[in-house]
């Protein structure tokens, strides 16, 4: 039992939190957020910064292929502390969801190709769960796929997407023909969404599809899970600041009970999130029996806090706190975001409920 | 980081399992699966001393009071297997959680000589005399006096909301030492023999029809002149380490028993359909996984408890366990339904979960209230500003 940083871990979580707050600043995400087209919701200063510089790009690919080759845990401290700042990067969408389907379900000769450019931030990657048109799912055949995407996270950024149809999993290259991309206008515009229309577009196979699947869905609820409990973090710090300079009836609002105590309960949840997001991000790394039902639990519990903390820090920031101006909105569709994507949190009990075989028969 | 134990550690496991399970199959089945805090003390006064015998009554004390030396880990792995092999509460936890701790942390070597082992054996009963009417969140203003006379201590005033009174041996209190003092200076931490002609013990009802806490009176109590922990003047510093204990590592042993009390919801659920209830299912999910998550605080907080850091997350793990319970005595009366509000024969006493719902009301008051910790967390993990206060400069 040694349930906390190792010294390697915390010094990663120091490199990423000094890197996060002096680069990933509001008026840099801001920008982020107005770009359209093939920049919208990246800074891609920062993406090329963070896969270069930090020395920690493809956190789970292997070193061979241009990675870190790090663990679960580093991986969640990465986007902890990315979710500390609303950073406008396709972490998720690159190397939460794609590079670790890639990694699971292709080919030797797929990974070496395709791995070492998404590590070193030269190409994006997304992943897309595609179905035909309003009917069931869209299907590879003979090397073509046809059909529709909707909600595929920094889809207008990307350069190729992993693809998830009803008989397997494809690699589609953005240029290829057939492929028509439309960005949606998002809530959270950090992490905007596309729409994939596949029309006898060129798909690669990916050599084990389940692994993929499972590999990318697993990954991407730790990353959100992981960025939500960041976000709720930063949720707290802001308002616990705002509490002790705004003065009201004479006094630091921060001092009102009835002000304080919703902080603190802020600060238990918080740290239950955290329980949950290195419980989860460790048992995946040791194999456990638990990996499921934990990812599972990181997820649903660590979403609500997020959405709780983000709507407590509009309130408890009054007027201020409902303005454009002001970054609690990025962190409350954010929240959002991370509650909406890859599962609600009702849904991941409702998992954690199978695997603890809560209706079995009695 | 790190999850599992190592395979000493699951080694120490096995053997610790395999005690209990002979015990507990063997002369003292019929404790087994006792869950009230009042029935049959004078067997589990037994048990206690078999524990203390087979030395695993205080696992984590040093060997040369009785304990075992045994590390955090094998702390949190006997307090698993002891709720896992459905053994009764402690009768004595005050004594092995509280008193045996803050004398640990505070007592000369002659104290800890005298009072550690008879605890560890399973020979010395204690309760904490901490709240009286007027003193209970704010314990600071507690009136209780004591002054030397002689060889002794002599106390007048009275205690409230003892717990366990009526089965101690030895009752621990803060006493007002300082004439004229008021708050937290002057007050003094005094270990009292409960079997003697100044002390009154009357039980209280609860909620649950049980009587687990009572009226303490001092009528010109004695205690040896010897029995002060720290220095006069000192109780305050003594009362906040022991609150230290009460709220952190102890609550650990009590939190693998809401395992038992979770599986019992679970089978109730299954057993009369309500687990299919999508409603019913995923507040089980929730408190299946807040009960994990519970584990795994705990387990981070003795980590670094461990490695000497103070880790401030560690303030919040009692609101954490006290709400969850709270929680589950709830789901557990809307999956029994009307079923859970009836008892047979003419006796107030409710089976383990309608009882869980009732008892664990007083979880989120005792220890500090959820209203108190919500002010340390906020002030002391968060930097917020004090309470302010009505009746102090
Ligand atoms: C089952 C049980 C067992 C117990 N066992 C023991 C024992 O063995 N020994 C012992 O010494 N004591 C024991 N206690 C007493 C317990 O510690 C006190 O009840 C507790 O500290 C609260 O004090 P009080 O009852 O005087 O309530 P009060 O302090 O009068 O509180 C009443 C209400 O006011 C709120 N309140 C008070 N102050 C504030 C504030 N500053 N801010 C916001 N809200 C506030 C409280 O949260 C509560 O909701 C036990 C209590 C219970 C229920």
Redesign the pocket.
């Known amino acids: 039992m040694d349930f906390a940083f190792t010294d390697e871990q915390a010094m990663i979580a120091e490199t990423a939190h000094a890197f996060f707050a002096e680069n990933a600043t509001s008026p840099r995400t801001r920008t982020a957020m107005a770009a359209t087209g093939k920049d919208a919701g990246i800074d891609r200063a920062l993406w090329t910064a963070f896969c270069t510089e930090l020395g920690l790009s493809g956190v789970g690919i292997p070193e061979a292929m241009g990675g870190a080759g790090l663990g679960m845990v580093e991986r969640a401290i990465l986007a902890e502390e990315g979710g500390r700042h609303t950073a406008a990067l396709p972490f998720l969408a690159s190397l939460g969801l794609a590079a670790p389907a890639i990694l699971a379900g292709g080919s030797a000769e797929q990974r070496s190709r395709l791995l070492p450019g998404l590590a070193s931030g030269e190409r994006i990657a997304s992943f897309a769960v595609a179905s035909a048109d309003g009917a069931a799912g869209a299907a590879l055949g003979d090397g073509t796929l046809t059909g529709t995407a909707l909600h595929v996270p920094h889809g207008a950024v990307a350069d190729l997407f992993v693809v998830v149809a009803t008989n397997g999993v494809a690699i589609v290259e953005r240029g290829a023909p057939g492929l028509a991309v439309t960005p949606l206008t998002s809530m959270d515009q950090t992490r905007p969404y596309a729409r994939l229309d596949f029309d006898s577009v060129a798909a690669e196979a990916l050599a084990d599809p389940r692994a993929a699947t499972n590999a990318a869905f697993v990954t991407g609820w730790l990353a959100i899970a992981a960025d939500a409990l960041g976000g709720a973090q930063a949720c707290l710090d802001r308002t616990v600041a705002y509490a002790q300079e705004r003065v009201q009836f004479g006094r630091a609002i921060g001092s009102f ?1 009835a002000y304080k105590h919703r902080l603190a309960d802020m600060m238990v949840e918080i740290e239950q999130a955290r329980s949950a997001v290195y419980w989860a991000a460790c048992a995946i790394d040791e194999g456990s029996d638990e990996a499921m039902f934990a990812v599972h639990a990181a997820k649903a519990f660590a979403c609500d806090t997020y959405s709780h903390c983000a709507g407590e820090m509009i309130q408890l920031h009054g007027g201020i706190g409902f303005t454009w101006e002001h970054d609690a909105h990025l962190f409350f569709k954010r929240a959002r975001s991370n509650a909406s994507l890859l599962g609600a949190p009702d849904w991941h009990r409702e998992q954690v409920a199978g695997l603890a075989g809560l209706d079995r028969a009695a | 980081m790190r999850l599992g134990f190592s395979p000493e550690e699951e080694a120490f496991r096995a053997q610790a399992a395999a005690w209990l399970a002979a015990e507990l199959d063997g002369p003292f089945a019929d404790v087994r699966h006792i869950t009230s805090l009042t029935a049959s003390p004078r067997r589990r006064r037994d048990w206690e001393k078999r524990l203390g015998e087979a030395g695993w009554s205080c696992v984590g004390w040093p060997r040369a009071y009785g304990g075992r030396d045994a590390t955090l880990a094998e702390q949190v792995i006997f307090a698993e297997e002891y709720a896992r092999a459905g053994a009764p509460p402690r009768l004595n936890h ?1 004594g092995i959680e509280l008193a045996g701790p803050t004398i640990l942390a505070f007592g000369t070597e002659e104290q800890k000589a005298r009072f550690l082992p008879a605890i560890a054996r399973g020979e010395k009963i204690w ?5 009286e009417p007027g ?5 600071a203003n507690i009136r209780t006096r004591a002054w030397r006379d002689g060889d002794d201590w002599v106390i007048e005033g009275q ?7 009526q089965f101690s041996d030895w009752i621990f209190v803060i006493a007002r030492t300082g004439e004229g003092s008021n708050g937290p200076k002057g007050l003094s931490f005094l270990l009292i023999p409960v079997d003697q002609r100044g002390v009154t013990v009357r039980p209280i009802h ?1 909620i649950t029809g049980e009587a ?2 009572n009226e303490t009176f001092f009528d010109g109590a004695r205690t040896d002149a010897a029995n002060i922990l720290g220095a006069p003047g000192d109780g305050w510093k003594v009362a906040m380490g022991l609150l230290g204990f009460e709220r952190g590592v102890s609550t650990l042993a009590q939190q693998m028993n809401f395992r038992n009390e979770l599986d019992a919801v679970i089978a109730a659920a299954r057993a009369n359909g309500e687990a299919k209830n999508p409603l019913i299912r995923q507040r089980l999910a929730k408190a299946e996984i807040g009960l994990k998550i519970m584990r795994y605080g705990a387990l981070r907080m003795l980590t670094d408890a461990e490695s000497g850091r103070l880790n401030p997350a560690a303030l919040t793990y009692k609101i954490q366990w006290a709400s969850w319970r709270r929680d589950l005595g709830e789901l557990a009366m809307d999956v029994l339904g009307v079923a859970g509000e009836t008892v047979a024969g003419h006796d107030y006493a409710f089976p383990m979960l309608p009882n869980l719902f009732l008892y664990s009301r ?1 979880d989120t ?8 910790q919500r ?1 340390i967390i906020a002030e002391r993990a968060l930097g917020l500003p004090r ?1 302010p206060r009505g009746d102090l400069k």
């Not at chain 2, 309760?127 to 709240?131: D, E, L, N, P, T």
């Not at chain 2, 003193?135 to 314990?139: E, I, Q, Y």
């Not at chain 2, 008051?365 to 108190?372: A, L, S, V």
């Open positions: 009970q | 005050i309760c904490q005399g901490y709240s003193a209970g969140s704010d314990l205690k409230i909301w003892t717990s366990l009174a609860q687990e806490f007083a008051i005792y220890g500090g209230t959820n209203e108190i002010n309470e």
